[in-house]
């Protein structure tokens, strides 16, 4: 079994989610006394709020990287990241670390095709949003177009 680093923290309750799933489907495909082998390490959120809203993502990038990095040196196999917004330093962790990130783009845009669907509406963070890492994905490589909410109605929840 591989082991999983996990990148977390933005926000606990996101990296909670993915845990549990990633361990009920492990206990599902395995067998029902197995858990998965993960190394999880989890920022302070406030801290990554912060660099966010006054628009710090470099700072932001060589974060993540070297989280990556230490999870790499602690024996992850691959990378997930427990937040939307934050897969827009997927590529970088990928270069830096040589580790493949596993996606959220890639696996939401196999569930669309396997139900048939050719357009979706994203919704998310601005930062998600209005960023290239989900469509880029979803048009390029599975022939999803994407629709965001105009800037109105993306404003209700910044």
């Keep these: 079994m591989k082991t999983i680093g996990l990148i977390g923290g933005m926000s606990w309750e996101s990296s909670l989610l993915y845990y549990k799933l990633i361990n009920e489907n492990t206990k599902e495909l395995v067998g029902k006394t ?4 993960s190394i999880l ?3 302070d959120f406030d801290h990554i709020q912060k660099l966010q809203s ?3 993502w470099d700072k932001l990038n060589d974060k993540m990287v070297e989280q990556a990095t230490n999870l790499k040196n602690a024996g992850a196999d691959f990378i997930i990241i427990c937040a ?3 897969h827009k330093m997927a590529d970088a962790i990928e270069q830096s670390t040589g580790l493949k990130v596993l996606h959220i783009s890639d696996a939401t845009a196999k569930e669309i095709r396997n139900k048939g669907l050719k357009k979706v509406i994203l919704l998310g963070t601005n930062y998600t949003m209005m960023g290239d890492f989900y469509k880029d994905i979803f048009i390029k490589d599975y022939g999803i177009d994407i629709v965001v909410p105009d800037e109105a109605d993306r ?3 910044p």
Excluded at 34 to 37: A, E, F, I, P, R
């Design 155 to 157: 404003d209700i929840y």
């Design 34 to 37: 197995h858990s998965c082998k």
């Design 84 to 86: 939307n917004t934050m």
């Design 41 to 43: 390490y989890t920022f």
């Design 54 to 56: 006054s628009g710090q």
